[in-house]
């Protein structure tokens, strides 16, 4: 696993606005379930099913805080959760990458080689 100390503190600052958009989505997705229901899906869920969908969300939120806290686990997380980064930093890069190119390219560095690494490891 990559050590904190390998991240340039423009990185730490990337991973941690990388959380807080992916904490800020899981916090509209609850407070739709809880006060719109704007997913229609939700409308056919039994009490039941709610709950284990609100309790899923709010273990995504947490880990989101853990790594804003601790960006190093951020390389702790599975391929769905890495994907879900890779596409916020997408959107982050059109908004960043005039301050921060270097950090950029790093980043997307360090997530295409630990797809790479995770594919690689399922195999064993």
């Given amino acids: 696993m990559l050590k904190i100390e390998d991240f340039e503190q423009d990185e730490i600052l990337l991973i941690k606005e990388l959380c807080g ?3 800020r989505s899981i916090k509209r997705l ?14 056919e869920f039994t009490e039941e099913e709610s709950h284990l969908y609100k309790k899923s969300l709010i273990r995504r939120a947490r880990k989101y805080q853990s790594i ?23 959107v982050l890069d059109k908004r960043y990458q005039p301050l ?25």
């Avoid at 609850?30 to 409308?43: A, M, P």
């Fill in 21 to 23: 958009e992916q904490f």
């Fill in 30 to 43: 609850y407070e739709d379930h809880e006060e719109k229901e704007l997913l229609s899906l939700i409308k």
């Fill in 68 to 90: 804003k806290k601790n960006p190093q686990k951020i390389f702790t997380t599975g391929a769905d959760e890495m994907s879900q980064f890779r596409h916020c930093l997408n």
């Fill in 100 to 124: 921060y190119p270097n950090a950029i390219g790093k980043l997307w560095e360090r997530f295409f080689f630990f797809e790479k690494l995770s594919k690689f490891s399922s195999f064993n």
